[in-house]
Nanobody, 119 residues
């Protein structure tokens, strides 16, 4: 069982920045692929970014490339999402996920943290 706890969400003006954190339980955090997803009101959950177990490989949704950066600290069992140049359309609940080999549908999920970007 893996438990994930996100933090760092809040209200920010367009053009501002936020840094989300996700702390994971479990002694094998360094073996998980970690990801960030988001869900805006009335929309389906969408992929934002992912990072390999070592941190050596990352991927991003086109909508956030060049603005968001995913990173991880395996010593702290933590994954981060640095969000810069935020836009109103980035407003959503952001979820952290741990993928253990069964795909994102079989991943463990956090409870989410709200990010609201005002125009």
């Amino acid at each position: 069982q893996v438990q994930l706890v996100e933090s760092g969400g809040g209200l920010v003006q367009a053009g501002g920045s936020l840094r989300l954190s996700c702390v994971a339980s479990g002694r094998t955090f360094s073996t998980y692929v970690m990801g960030w997803f988001r869900q805006a009101p009335g929309k389906e959950r969408e992929f934002v970014a992912a990072i390999s177990w070592s941190g050596g490989s990352t991927s991003y949704a086109d909508s956030v490339k060049g603005r968001f950066t995913i990173s991880r600290d395996n010593a702290k069992n933590t994954v981060y999402l640095q969000m810069n140049s935020l836009k109103p359309e980035d407003t959503a609940v952001y979820y952290c996920a741990a993928e253990l080999g069964a795909g994102w549908e079989g991943a463990y999920w956090g409870q989410g943290t709200q990010v609201t970007v005002s125009s």
